[in-house]
């Protein structure tokens, strides 16, 4: 699945990188490509980097742009959801 959008990926031991999303698949494994670190002077060695895969289980957060979610959509769902746990 490819998306290719702009995204912020927050890790667990505090790193952020940003790249291009190419791919994810359904353990939150991510595909990143044209990457930068948030804060370089900290991890100096990610500089050189340019592409990433990112295992699911260390990612803390991944941060969207707002106008590619549409939250129509998710609202949507969990009133859906929601009724049917009161039933």
């Known amino acids: 699945m490819c998306f290719c959008s702009d995204v912020v990926v927050e890790l667990k031991n505090d790193l952020s990188i940003c790249g291009t999303l190419h791919s994810v698949d ?18 100096p060695h990610m500089l050189s980097v340019k592409n990433c895969f990112i295992r ?21 769902a969990a009133r859906k959801e929601a009724m049917q746990q009161k039933q």
């Open 56 to 76: 699911g289980s260390v990612v803390r957060y991944v941060q969207l742009p707002a106008d590619e979610v549409d939250t129509q959509l998710l609202q949507d």
């Open 26 to 43: 359904q353990y939150l494994n991510i595909k990143l490509t044209d990457i930068s670190v948030t804060d370089p002077e900290k991890y």
